[in-house]
C-alpha cells in the first residue's frame, strides 16, 4: 500500500534522527556535566522557535501547495520560500544565540549560544516540500543521512577524543547544514529534469505577507511550547536540569512518532474532510493511549539510559511525560490536520495563546512548589486547555453545521490516489 510505504519511509527518517539524538545525550551529559547539558537544552529551546520562525509557515501550508502544483509552481514556490528563510536565517539565529546565551547563565553562555544555533537552523529544512511530492526516501538519502552523520560525527568526538558538549553539538549543527544543501542541490535539480521553467520571484516582502497566518500558527505553538524552559529557568534554577531531561526525551519520542500526524497532514484534505477528520480524531484516542502506556512501561529504562546515572526521574515524572507526549501527539493531528483543512489557522493561534497564558500560572505555581514534577504538571494542564479550545473552534466543520468551505480547495481522491495537480496558489 502507497500510504503504508510514505509512512514507513518518513518513520525511517524521524527513527534515524531520534536514535542519533538519543545516542547523543549521555555523550553530552558526560562531556561536560549535567548543568552545562541544562544549559545547553535551553539554548535549544530558544532555537526550536528561531527555527519556528525561519520555517515560515511552510511546514504547515506548504505540503499541500507543492502537491497541487505542476513542476513550473513547484520551482517558484521553492524558490521563493528559500529566498525568504534564507532572508530570516542569519539574523534570527543571532537573536537565538544571544537569548540562549543569556538564559545559561555565566560560565555556561556558549553552551547556551551553541545548542541554540543547532536547533535554528532546523527551520531551513526541505522536508515539507518532499511531504508534498511523497518522496519520503529521497528526503531520507539527502537530508536525513547527512543530519545523522553530523550527530555521530560529535558523540564519536565525545567518546573517543575527549571533546566536550560544544564540539559535539557543533558537529550537530554542521550536519543540519550539510542536509539543507544536499536537499536544496536535489530538488532543484530534480525540477530541471522535470523540464520546470525558472519564473520571476516576487518580492520577499509580498511572500512573507502572504505566509502569515501560517507563520502565526507555527511561532505561537513553539513559543508555548519553549516558555516551561524559560519560566523554570528563572523562578526555579535548581530544578531546570531535571525539566530540561526530561523535556528532552519526550520530544525525541515526539520526533520518532512524528510520520503518524505528517501522513495526517496529507490524507485529511484530500477526499471528504469531515468524514476524514472525524475519522483521524477518532482513530488518535486509541493510538495516543497506547502511546501513554508504552512511555510509562519504557520510560524508566529510556531515562535510566540516557541520564547515564546523574539524571533520574521519578516515577511521577515518568508518567507526566507520557501524558504530555499523548497529549502532545493528538493535539499535532487536531491542529496540522483538521484545524489546517478547514483553513483555521487563526483558531489555532487564539488556542496557543490561551495555553500559553494558562502555562505561565500554572507552571509558575507548580515550579515553585513541586520542582520540575510541578512544571510538568502545568504544562499538560495547558496542553489539555489548548485541545479542548482546538476541538470547539472545528468542531461546527466536523459537525457540518458550517455551510463556509476552507479558501484552499480540498483536492479530492482517496487515501491511496497519487497527488493530483491543480494550479499553483498564485499566478507566476
Known sequence: ????????????????????????????????????????????????????????????????????????????????????????????????????????????????????????????????????????????LVETVPRVAGTMAGWLLMRSAGADALVGTGCQCLGIVAGVLCSSIYILARLRREGALPRRTRSIAVVLREQFDGVAASITNAAVLSLPMVLVSFLNPAARPMYAFVDRVQRQITVAITPLSTVMQGWVPRGDQRDRGRRALLLMVPLCAVIAVAVIALGPLLTDYLGGGIIRPGMGVTVLMALFVALGTYETVLSRAVLTAFDRLRRITRANLASGLLAVVLVGVGVRLWNAEGALIGVVGSMLARIVDEYVGVRPDLSGRVDRLPRRAAVEGAFEDEPVSVPARRAA
Request: glycine share 16%; aromatic share 10%; proline share 3%.
Open 1 to 140: 500500500m502507497r500510504s503504508a510505504s510514505t509512512a514507513i519511509g518518513y518513520g525511517l527518517s524521524m527513527i534515524m534522527l531520534a536514535l542519533a539524538s538519543l545516542m547523543v545525550i549521555p555523550a553530552l551529559i558526560r562531556a561536560s556535566g549535567d548543568t552545562a547539558y541544562g544549559a545547553l537544552s535551553a539554548g535549544q529551546v530558544i532555537g526550536s522557535v528561531g527555527a519556528v520562525v525561519i520555517g515560515y509557515g511552510w511546514g504547515m501550508s506548504g505540503p499541500a501547495i507543492i502537491a497541487r502544483a505542476d513542476a513550473d509552481g513547484r520551482r517558484a514556490e521553492y524558490v521563493e520560500a528559500l529566498r525568504a528563510r534564507l532572508f530570516l536565517c542569519v539574523p534570527v539565529c543571532l537573536a537565538c544565540c544571544v537569548i540562549g546565551a543569556v538564559l545559561a547563565g555565566s560560565g555556561l553562555r556558549g553552551f547556551g549560544a551553541i545548542g541554540a544555533l543547532a536547533q535554528a537552523v532546523i527551520g531551513m529544512s526541505g522536508q515539507w516540500y518532499f511531504v508534498g511530492i511523497v518522496a519520503p526516501y529521497w528526503f531520507l
